[in-house]
């Protein structure tokens, strides 16, 4: 079959698809989940957002790692073309052509990046007073919105371009006959996996604003500790003072807020997809991706009823088939098949090889379980205990 290439276009391509990695690259989003305040919930749920983080942020790294290497490869294939077309000229006493260099040079691979293991609350008993504290004691839940708005942002204005640029060099790829269309297929897949990557970035994004409103809801509705402690004297004074009615308002006072207290932690809980608190420690040694997929899913009240809330059991769900998806649509393309179509115009490994260096992006371990995520708090009942009268949520 005879070789049917546009030296120029290859060189395009290439030009287009570095710039393409290297811009998209820069511009993935920075930072990590930031806990909202400093209570358990948050402990088990950032960790659990950030391994999500993880997971999305180095596949796209991945893909644009492959697309960059490809783009080396265009060039050399270039260059390759030009000094053989070259030296077959003068062979037949011509003067030869143009030696067109490769415009790319060897691409670096990104690093992957690893989420900060955060000190989660340790386990034991923690009555309302603690919570509320905990609750006030971060800085609340605009860090956290901030970064979704980041990774949304990226996922709708940043990776369409690289998408593009990978659309376009796959369609003037397939011009490049015999060997074009391996490498068209090759940028097609890449660009099916930026999708698949874009709509992680989209749920993942959505996920970290139902936790950042759950804690907002939590902190609304949790009594302060000013309120808490304001309780506390009051029925530590009315029980002094032996005053019957006095202490029975006291008490009713005490009871209320333990159990608006134990409501609001209920609700906050069951929205973030995370383990009460006070829960027993049956599932210690679960993981945060197991364990949120096992916690209810539903909240109670105003928690679960936010416009923008979701279930935070779907990202858990639909990312690891996504990357699963991924995976099963088949190894990198070039590899040991393009030997054989390389090899019918001598160029072989020495000037397009199929070593990537580049593991499937399958292999994250699905959700939740991305490398350096920090471990769920772990389970303890919490007790409330004010001068004799106790309350265990």
């Not at 697309?67 to 000229?89: F, P």
Request: with cysteine; proline share 7%; net charge negative.
């Amino acid at each position: 079959m005879a070789l049917n290439v546009d030296l120029s276009a290859l060189v395009k391509a290439a030009s287009s698809l570095t710039d393409a990695a290297r811009d998209t690259g820069l511009a993935l989003p920075s930072g990590w989940v930031v806990p909202a305040g400093a209570d358990p919930i948050s402990g088990a749920t950032v960790p659990r957002l950030n391994a999500q983080t993880a997971t999305v942020v180095n596949g796209m790294i991945d893909v644009l790692n492959a697309v960059a290497e490809d783009a080396y490869k265009i060039g050399k294939s270039a260059e390759a073309y030009s000094t053989q077309d070259s030296e077959g000229a003068r062979t037949i006493g011509g003067r030869g052509g143009e030696i067109i260099a490769n415009p790319i040079p060897e691409p670096v691979p990104m690093p992957h990046r690893k989420p900060p293991v955060y000190s989660a609350p340790s386990g034991g008993s923690i009555d309302p007073l603690t919570f509320a504290k905990q609750l006030h004691a971060g800085p609340g839940p605009g860090p956290a919105k901030e970064f979704a708005e980041k990774v949304r942002g990226f996922a709708r204005d940043i990776s369409p371009i690289a998408n593009q640029a990978v659309a376009d060099s796959a369609t003037a790829m397939a011009h490049w006959t015999p060997v074009g269309e391996k490498v068209a297929g090759n940028l097609t897949r890449y660009g099916g996996w930026l999708g698949h990557l874009v709509t992680g970035m989209g749920l993942l994004a959505d996920s970290i604003d139902s936790y950042s409103e759950a804690f907002r809801i939590a902190k609304s509705t949790h009594p302060t500790p000013e309120e808490i402690i304001a309780a506390r004297k009051e029925l530590l004074a009315a029980m002094r003072s032996k005053d019957e009615a006095r202490t029975a308002l006291a008490l009713a006072k005490f009871e209320e807020q333990n159990a608006r207290s134990a409501e609001t932690v209920t609700g906050y809980s069951a929205a973030t997809n995370s383990p009460l608190p006070g829960e027993a420690a049956a599932e210690a040694g679960t993981g945060p991706g197991t364990a949120g997929q096992n916690a209810g899913g539903q909240g109670g009240g105003e928690q679960g009823s936010g416009e923008q809330a979701m279930d935070p059991s779907m990202l858990a769900n639909l990312l690891p088939a996504m990357m699963n998806a991924m995976s099963s649509m088949g190894g990198l393309p070039l590899d040991q098949s393009s030997q054989e179509y390389l090899d019918d115009y001598a160029l072989g490994d020495e000037y397009y090889d199929d070593s990537y260096g580049f593991d499937s992006l399958g292999g994250y371990g699905g959700f939740g379980g991305g490398g350096g995520g920090g471990a769920m708090v772990g389970r303890s009942p919490i007790t409330i205990s004010v001068c004799g009268v106790s309350s265990t949520y």
